[in-house]
């Protein structure tokens, strides 16, 4: 049984997509959910609220609010979720959309994804684009 889910959330659309995914398998498995923004070197300081899309996805889904939880951590996307499956979050499963707000195009996989994928000590989920399948 899975006991807690991370999904990395920068605002895009695939982010977007994963964070529903992440959600529905957390209300299908009773996890928690941890809702990860990285926050690069030049970032604002203060933790930003959560963003809306959060939100209402949990509520859309039915999910437990208490169960989800917003964190925002300093560091590049990938050093932060590979961090998340130590304490406090202790995720069994990383998810993650395709690609973020650096796109490339012509990869299949972003930076992010593809390095979590080669890296991570745990599964990861990387959740496709709508046009790539």
């Not at 932060?80 to 069994?92: F, K, N, S, T, Y």
Request: net charge neutral.
């Amino acid at each position: 049984m899975t006991r807690s889910i991370a999904v990395g959330f920068d605002g895009s659309p695939d982010a977007t997509r994963a964070l529903r995914v992440a959600l529905a398998l957390a209300r299908d498995t009773g996890a928690t959910t941890w809702v990860l923004h990285a926050r690069g070197l030049l970032g604002e300081r203060g933790a930003p609220a959560v963003p809306p899309v959060v939100s209402e996805t949990v509520t859309e889904l039915g999910l437990d609010p208490a169960r989800v939880h917003w964190r925002v951590e300093d560091g590049d996307p990938c050093s932060v979720l590979l961090r998340c499956v130590g304490p406090p979050v202790d995720a069994e499963i990383l998810v993650v959309g395709r690609r973020g707000r650096g796109r490339h195009e012509g990869l299949l996989l972003g930076s992010t994804s593809l390095e979590l994928v080669e890296h991570a000590r745990v599964p990861v989920v990387v959740v496709p684009s709508p046009s790539n399948g």
